[in-house]
T-cell receptor, first 117, second 113 residues
Framework: GAVVSQHPSRVICKSGTSVKIECRSLDFQATTMFWYRQFPKQSLMLMATSNEGSKATYEQGVEKDKFLINHASLTLSTLTVTSAHPEDSSFYIC?????????????FGPGTRLTVL | AQSVSQHNHHVILSEAASLELGCNYSYGGTVNLFWYVQYPGQHLQLLLKYFSGDPLVKGIKGFEAEFIKSKFSFNLRKPSVQWSDTAEYFCAVNSGGYQKVTFGTGTKLQVIP
């Protein structure tokens, strides 16, 4: 159990365009999802916490107008990279929080490789 | 603010050797602790977790970790590694009641047949 999917797995776009990445929890409901960036040879950097039915909470230094997050249902969160630039090229990973007895574990999606030309 | 440090960045072991990966965190309150594994070309998977109770936690594939509160540590161990354990291992922590998880920088384990 606890499967999280991401779509697309890989996307190449031109500079200035917008890209939407979907994160779905397939076998559980997640009121909270997280979006991360992973740079080569570095750890995951939390970008934002996505809460179903409310605004996302962004980490310091992350532009909320550039990285739009929508958590429209208990199984879906989307990240839209608006007006993408080459420096936005990265590996984006989402996770969904599965809670049990008040504590929770994050289950990760397979990631999306974004390349901006 | 909570932080996590993993001291070993790259570990190379022969098959059947014992493994211990260090993880220390800084947070004075109640914590939940995790180890995640990322096999080559795959996504992060939960290896084991500690929320409360027995400080010795057993996970999948023969891994275990011990929470030592006095040392702020949560080291990962396996008595005998296999080539298939080659992966990157991430320690993570979140403070009780707060869902944001902080990850360590990861340890790459390479097991030589």
């Amino acid at each position: 159990g606890a499967v999280v999917s991401q779509h697309p797995s890989r996307v190449i776009c031109k500079s200035g365009t917008s890209v939407k990445i979907e994160c779905r929890s397939l076998d559980f409901q997640a009121t909270t999802m997280f979006w991360y960036r992973q740079f080569p040879k570095q750890s995951l950097m939390l970008m934002a916490t996505s809460n179903e039915g409310s605004k996302a909470t962004y980490e310091q230094g992350v532009e909320k107008d550039k990285f739009l997050i929508n958590h429209a249902s208990l199984t879906l969160s989307t990240l839209t990279v608006t007006s993408a630039h080459p420096e936005d090229s990265s590996f984006y990973i989402c996770s969904a929080l599965r809670t049990s007895g008040g504590a929770g574990s994050q289950y990760f999606g397979p990631g999306t490789r974004l390349t901006v030309l | 603010a909570q932080s996590v440090s993993q001291h070993n960045h790259h570990v190379i072991l022969s098959e059947a050797a014992s493994l211990e990966l260090g993880c220390n965190y800084s947070y004075g309150g109640t914590v939940n602790l995790f180890w995640y594994v990322q096999y080559p070309g795959q996504h992060l998977q939960l290896l084991l977790k500690y929320f409360s109770g027995d400080p010795l936690v057993k996970g999948i594939k023969g891994f275990e970790a011990e929470f030592i509160k006095s040392k702020f540590s949560f080291n990962l161990r396996k008595p005998s590694v296999q080539w298939s354990d080659t992966a990157e291992y991430f320690c993570a922590v979140n403070s009780g009641g707060y869902q944001k998880v902080t990850f360590g920088t990861g340890t790459k384990l390479q097991v030589i047949p």
